[in-house]
């Protein structure tokens, strides 16, 4: 199993600009995150998703957009890039979330909006 | 809304000596979750802790959840070089998780 793959790795965007990040998972996870890191702090939980064709709002989700078409993939749509979404942004996937189960991170996507 | 704190935010230690991070929310938790991110890396799951009061050892790591499930800590004992990383917990109750904002270990060989 290839696990959670994630691409890009990394993007340098215009204010303005917009962007899919890409995130996919083979080990048949019902429940998909897509979380942000900013230098020096935790993850921040922008979506989540509870299976295909089910997606819900986390802490951070203004300024994106998801889709769960299938149980693989969970792309993030950025429409109007700003500066204050450079970051990195992390998929995860888990199997269930009731039971608290452990999730799987993917690597990792680095964006700079300038 | 949940906030879980974490401190310290950074701590370096010799190599040897002994380290504790601490997790603590504002409500009570369902269950509290432990990672590991090494610099440049992604979180690694490390363990999950659910009942009150709950003890579990990996080696030279104890997790302990407290007895009010609102706090949690990590303790690493004789730390190494193999240590260095950000440590999170990260908090549920109900559909939502919140992380800390990590404690950074660096370790002097």
């Known amino acids: 199993n290839a696990g959670v793959t994630q691409t890009p790795k990394f993007r340098i965007l215009k204010i303005g600009q917009s962007m899919t990040l890409q995130c996919t998972q083979d080990m048949n996870h019902n429940y998909m995150y897509w979380y942000r890191q900013d230098p020096g702090m935790g993850l921040k939980l922008i979506y989540y998703s509870v299976g295909a064709g089910i997606t819900d709002k986390g802490e951070v989700p203004n300024g994106y957009n998801v889709s769960r078409s299938t149980t693989e993939d969970f792309p993030l749509r950025l429409e109007l890039a700003a500066p204050s979404q450079t970051s990195v942004y992390f998929c995860a996937s888990s199997y269930d979330i009731n039971s608290g189960e452990t999730q799987y991170f993917g690597p990792g996507t680095r964006l700079l909006v300038l | 809304g949940q906030q879980v704190m974490q401190i310290p935010q950074y701590q370096h230690v010799q190599e040897g000596e002994d380290f504790t991070t601490y997790c603590n929310s504002s409500?009570?938790?369902?269950?509290i979750q432990w990672y590991k991110q090494r610099p440049g890396g992604h979180p690694v799951f490390l363990i999950q802790l659910v009942k009150s009061g709950e003890v579990k050892k990996q080696k030279r790591l104890t997790f302990q959840f407290g007895e009010a499930k609102k706090n949690s800590s990590l303790h690493i004992t004789a730390t190494q070089t193999t240590d260095v990383g950000t440590y999170f917990c990260a908090g549920r109750r109900n559909n939502d998780m919140r992380f800390g904002a990590g404690t950074r270990l660096t370790v002097k060989p």
């Open positions: 409500t009570t938790l369902s269950n």
